[in-house]
């Protein structure tokens, strides 16, 4: 059995590599890498670095699963491969926040997917989310038939560097979009606070589409603030979190929070908005928890004024290695192996990668 991804926002360039820094960029290159005979559904036949594009109207449903990301064209996909008369092998991936979609239409071919075709979600709170859009939206037959499974994205912790403590602590804004569910306004108003007492250098690394937004421009006139599009590769990317003091998350909902983990695991100090989202991220008792925008701005600056003691204080909560414990919980490792998983128990054998280890089971 083969896997082929769909993801109708993929790029991919001209030397034939699937481009772009956002999460679904990211986790296509994932599901390459991870599945190594996939094919990538596009607008036409091309042979890329290490896969193949193909229509969907080309995919062999005989021995072939579609692993889709645009999970409310679930319903359109199988009609298309359907045509022909075959029955289509089709697993949804559920990677965003599910809040996103508010409209009853939206809302309501969203349950109706999930409860036809196997789902798979980013975490346990997505998984909740679709099981209660499911009950809400559907009627009992599939309701009570939706197979529906989870585990975290986690990280590639091979890609973690070494620390290089800046002079000036840097504090990150968390995210590529300055979106309102992201509350960029709250972030902006506490960050000015913090840089009124103490010296910081706030960094902001934006998709494009967003970089000339009224907000980005508002943030890039403080002297003390660097706004820029996203770093050119992974590796600078990973360099710039090793110098990242800190970070202040104010997003109302995250499906996983992948950023934040990112930042965490190379040393940043997260400041997080109490919130079910960052509760569900973070060990008991974290200390950087605010329910205001004045807690936030203490928190905050604690983080970028006495940060060796806020990093004692993580470990403290986290069995003493606030590190490991993220790690535990949060390497990539275990979403492939999941993935592999599930796949297989739902459709039968699939080629996996050499990289992907065997789970263990207890």
């Not at 603030?225 to 003091?245: F, N």
């Not at 909560?317 to 590190?323: E, N, S, T």
């Amino acid at each position: 059995m083969k896997v082929a991804v769909r993801y109708a926002q993929a790029m991919v360039d001209a030397d034939g590599h699937v481009t772009g820094h956002d999460a679904g960029a990211t986790l296509v290159r994932r599901l390459l890498r991870v599945f190594p005979e996939a094919l990538l559904i596009g607008p036409g036949p091309r042979q890329c670095d290490g896969f193949d594009m193909i229509p969907l109207e080309f995919v062999d449903t005989d021995d072939t699963v579609v692993l889709t990301m645009d999970v409310l064209d679930s319903v359109t996909v199988w009609q298309t491969l359907h045509a022909r008369g075959a029955e289509p092998r089709l697993m949804n991936f559920v990677w965003w926040n599910t809040s996103q979609y508010t409209h009853k239409v939206e809302r309501a071919a969203l349950a109706l997917s999930c409860a036809l075709f196997p789902t798979f979600a980013n975490s346990a709170r997505t998984a909740t989310e679709i099981r209660e859009i499911v009950d809400q939206w559907t009627i009992a037959p599939l309701a009570g038939k939706a197979e529906i499974a989870w585990v975290n994205l986690g990280i590639r912790l091979e890609h973690v560097q070494p620390r290089s403590e800046p002079s000036v602590p840097v504090v990150l804004y968390p995210a590529i979009y300055l979106s309102e569910r992201k509350r960029p306004a709250l972030f902006l108003e506490v960050v000015e606070r913090v840089a009124r007492r103490t010296p910081i250098k706030v960094e902001a690394r934006l998709h494009e589409s967003h970089l000339i937004s009224e907000q980005a421009m508002r943030l890039s006139r403080r002297d003390w603030s660097w706004v820029g599009p996203l770093t050119a590769s992974r590796e600078d990317y990973w360099h710039a979190l090793a110098r990242t003091t800190a970070f202040l998350a104010t997003a109302v909902e995250e499906s996983y929070g992948l950023e934040y983990v990112e930042a965490m695991v190379a040393g940043a100090v997260g400041v997080f908005p109490d919130e079910p989202w960052a509760r569900a991220l973070l060990p008991e008792g974290y200390p950087f928890v605010y329910r205001s925008a004045h807690e936030a701005e203490e928190m905050l600056l604690r983080a970028v004024t006495d940060t060796a003691a806020c990093r004692r204080e993580l470990d403290a909560c986290a069995d003493g290695d606030f590190g490991a414990w993220l790690r535990a919980r949060h390497d990539d490792d275990v979403f492939e192996q999941a993935i592999v998983e599930r796949v297989t128990e739902w459709f039968g054998p699939v080629a996996i990668s050499d990289e992907v280890r065997p789970a263990v089971h207890h």
